[in-house]
């Protein structure tokens, strides 16, 4: 639930991240704008999501009223990402290590919010493949039981693309919700097998799937 430390954590794994700093009081403020770079996200280090708690700060912004607007609550300065797409990974981690994962998912998103979820993610196999090591790695580092999400942005670099993490969702996502008619397991089932011991079943996609996501009246 908090975001430092969470960067914090992947980063010692070794798992790239968009460059960060702390930002707990104005000297903070000045020395992590100057270290990341503007534009940047300052977001809130507890209780943001959905895009609340975070304040877009570009160039020549006035980033003192930014953290102003997030009431001077403890933050963290991230930089700006140009990535090409953003994805998701769903994994399972039962309680004697084994892990499963859904196919990777590509999100887009309006106004902050998940709005369509496609699966297959139109990336090449080999960076669906790393995506799906890194949540499985970072599952696996936490010790954890139960299914968990790593959404990641795809950055392209040259003719290659790579990942960065973006955040880590320690429970069933709505990325994920596609599982529900989508595949032969559902990432809740999944998440009460894991958690009562059961075997794991094995998630096999049955086409190419869209999802959207309704929220509200």
Not at 70 to 91: M, N, T, Y
Request: glycine share 8%; with cysteine; net charge neutral.
């Amino acid at each position: 639930q908090d975001r430092l430390i969470e960067k914090d954590f992947i980063d010692k794994l070794g798992i790239a991240t968009a460059p960060y700093a702390p930002v707990g009081d104005a000297a903070q403020l000045f020395e992590a704008t100057r270290k990341i770079g503007l534009p940047a996200i300052l977001k809130t280090r507890r209780m943001g999501y959905d895009g609340k708690g975070q304040q877009k700060i570009d160039p020549g912004g006035d980033a003192a009223a930014a953290w102003r607007a997030l009431h001077g609550a403890p933050c963290i300065l991230e930089g700006f990402v140009p990535f090409e797409r953003e994805i998701s990974v769903v994994v399972a981690r039962a309680r004697d290590g084994t892990l499963r994962s859904f196919d990777v998912t590509e999100n887009e998103h309006r106004d902050h919010i998940l709005k369509v979820s496609r699966v297959p993610a139109a990336i090449p196999a080999p960076v669906a493949g790393e995506a799906t090591r890194i949540a499985e790695s970072i599952a696996t580092a936490f010790d954890y039981v139960g299914v968990l999400a790593v959404e990641m942005f795809v950055l392209r670099e040259g003719l290659s693309q790579r990942v960065l993490v973006n955040e880590v969702a320690p429970r069933v996502h709505n990325s994920g919700h596609w599982t529900i008619d989508g595949c032969t397991v559902s990432q809740f089932e999944q998440h009460v097998r894991a958690v009562a011991g059961w075997p794991l079943a094995e998630p096999i996609r049955l086409g190419r799937v869209e999802m959207v996501n309704l929220i509200g009246a």
